[in-house]
Nanobody, 116 residues
Framework: QVQVVESGGGLVQPGGSLRLSCAAS????????MGWYRQAPGKQRELVAI???????YYADFVKGRFTISRDNAKNTVSLQMNSLNPEDTAVYYC??????????WGQGTQVTVSS
């Protein structure tokens, strides 16, 4: 049984910041990568940022310079610091955990709403 639990979403004004956190637990075996995706209403789920066990990170162009992903390998956690948020960032954010066998585990999602 694997559990992936996100936290930290909410309502924020344009230009504000939020920090999302995700913890993975259970029979995951070795985690290869952890990351964040998002899905806005009427749109497909898209990659936001992903980080490997060595700390190598990839960011989607639309968040470069605004979002920072970090990971604690010992605790199987990943965080996403989101700054300079704008209404286009409004979406449900999902945490992904992928192990060395390419098995993927998703969280239930956390809502981020950017609005004045």
């Amino acid at each position: 049984q694997v559990q992936v639990v996100e936290s930290g979403g909410g309502l924020v004004q344009p230009g504000g910041s939020l920090r999302l956190s995700c913890a993975a637990s259970g029979s995951i075996f070795s985690i290869a990568a952890m990351g964040w995706y998002r899905q806005a209403p009427g749109k497909q789920r898209e990659l936001v940022a992903i980080i490997s066990g060595s700390g190598s990170a990839y960011y989607a162009d639309f968040v470069k310079g605004r979002f920072t992903i970090s990971r604690d390998n010992a605790k199987n956690t990943v965080s996403l610091q989101m700054n300079s948020l704008n209404p286009e960032d409004t979406a449900v954010y999902y945490c992904l955990t992928r192990n060395i066998y390419s098995n993927e585990y998703w969280g239930q999602g956390t809502q981020v709403t950017v609005s004045s």
